[in-house]
């Protein structure tokens, strides 16, 4: 599966941005089949988890840092995941990257490495 992330940009403190992330998919394989989530990686820093939507969109999971202020939706007929990020504060600051894997089990939803497929990644700057 390719993944294209797209939306970033500069926003004041308080401020919406709206991601989004669409997938392009393998003949015979369906996007409904894979959890999507977002990473993001600030200046100097790690890349961290944000957030995480399994295959039928039923079950979603965000990090504390973005819980609240953050929703991650899924329009599988569209191939497509949406992070809508509100109340934005300067400490978001980052690539954000959005992830696909078929194979995830639950309790490694929030680990980068257990994700086989990647996006390039689009900026989102908060300014304060």
């Known amino acids: 599966v390719q993944l294209q992330a797209s939306g970033g940009g500069l926003v004041q403190a308080g401020g919406s941005l709206r991601l989004s992330c669409v997938a392009s998919?393998?003949?015979?394989?369906?996007?409904?089949?894979?959890?999507v989530a977002w990473f993001r990686q600030a200046p100097g820093k790690e890349r961290e988890f944000v957030s995480a939507?399994?295959?039928?969109?039923?079950?979603?999971s965000y990090s504390d840092a973005v819980r609240g202020r953050f929703t991650i939706s899924r329009e599988n007929a569209k191939n497509m995941v949406t992070l809508q990020m509100n109340s934005l504060k300067p400490e978001d600051t980052a690539v954000y990257y959005c992830?696909?894997?078929?194979?995830?089990?639950?309790?490694?939803?929030?680990?980068?490495?257990?994700?086989?497929?990647w996006g390039q990644g689009t900026l989102v700057t908060v300014s304060s």
């Open positions: 992830a696909a894997d078929a194979q995830l089990i639950l309790s490694s939803i929030s680990m980068a490495r257990q994700y086989d497929y």
């Open positions: 998919v393998a003949s015979g394989r369906s996007f409904r089949q894979y959890t």
């Open positions: 939507i399994r295959s039928s969109g039923s079950s979603t």
